[in-house]
């Protein structure tokens, strides 16, 4: 079995023997290398001024804003081609997303496209038409499925209207079904933007008969990321909908308590900011004591629709150091039956053909078959797993 994690932005290959393989993009390396240079060739229009010479300093000249570093770039969705030499993969380089397929054996990367402002909700390989179909945002806050042809060429759109189309996966034995989660969304009556989305539903569409079933709907629940495997069974992530805050009751018992602290924290937040700028020292010394606030900054992490607070990964006994709380469920339903909850605090996953899991609980890739685990792995931050 071989098996793919994205984790922190990048992407490794386990193939079950030795140490896992990082998988590099070539485009994404040659972008940032000319980025450095085109930087380094035009630093001397930002240097200090005391660094300056002539009687007009060059940031007088070519102004005064000095580019920074480009970011790294981030995997965000990968799956198997036709073989397991073969990897399609959407990465995000600077402002640009674009679809890539690797193939492994001769190390060789393809670009398929890449563009500005595009944004990728799910990536799945269809072997019985060589077709990928994507789930892509619009601008106009919804998000529909797309079929591309193997050259990257757009083949036309397979879903639409007023809902958030994404994640698909193809149905085992179909040339042309998928399974994909679906949220609908509610709009501003007047000016007609998004204010709203539903829970999210889990559906089923033949693209070519345009036959569509809505196999789980719970409006308490959201179902995510569905698959299902060759004996029909059907496997989703299912979590707790988000109520809006308008909805929960201790919003405003905590707004008050916590009041008085943070405004004094924007207080502080602003002298601090005011000295560095005029005084080029900050209100607090470095040795004096931290918050552990101020101390690291952990950050966020945005996965499937919720942003992660990473400090609550250490500190929230729901996560119990895991990265999303045991609210979030992997369960199964097979042909005629129930559902059943297969394991917890569930981040990703993917549904081999014999019927064997593979899932991640952002930490650790695990292996389930007929209710045994084998940890496979450890990353951090493991956000998308598939297997071949």
Known sequence: MKTLAIAKGELWLHDGAGSPRQIVSAFAREVIERDER?????????????????VIPSSSLWGTQQSSAMAPPKFLQACFGANEQTVYYVLKVGEATGLFRQHLDED???????????????????????????????????????????????????TGGDS????????????????????????????????????????????????????LDDQHFDFIAPKMGADGTLYA?????????????????????????RLIKAVFGFLNIFSMLYGKEPLRSAG??????????????????R??????VRNDPGYAGHLVPGSWELVRQPPGRQLQIVANHV??????????????NGYE??????????????????ETVAAR
């Open 38 to 54: 085109s930087r380094r060739t035009t630093s001397w229009k930002h240097a200090p001024r005391e660094q300056q010479n002539g």
């Open 108 to 158: 060789r990367e393809v670009r398929l496209f890449h563009r500005t402002g595009f944004s990728i909700d799910g990536l799945a390989y269809n072997p019985h038409d060589q077709r990928l179909v994507l789930g892509v945002r619009m601008n106009d806050g919804t998000a529909q499925l797309e079929v591309y042809d193997e050259d990257g060429n757009l083949k036309g759109a397979i």
């Open 164 to 215: 958030q189309d994404g994640l698909p996966s193809l149905v085992p034995g179909s040339a042309s079904t998928i399974v994909f989660q679906s949220t609908g969304v509610a709009r501003h009556p007047e000016h007609g933007y998004v204010v709203a989305a539903s829970h999210a539903t889990v559906c089923k569409l033949d693209y070519r008969s345009g036959q569509l079933e809505t196999l």
């Open 237 to 261: 992530i299912r979590r707790p909908i988000e109520k809006p805050p308008t909805e929960r009751a201790s919003n405003a018992l905590l707004d008050t308590v916590m009041m008085p602290i």
């Open 288 to 305: 004096g004591p931290r918050t552990p606030e101020l101390d690291q900054d952990l950050g966020r992490l945005w996965l499937h629709g």
């Open 307 to 312: 942003m992660i607070e990473l400090s609550k």
């Open 347 to 360: 981040a990703g996953f993917d549904v081999l053909a014999s019927g064997q899991l593979l899932y991640t």
């Open 365 to 382: 890739l695990t292996h389930w078959q007929d209710g045994r685990k084998t940890t496979l792995g450890r990353h951090e931050l493991i």
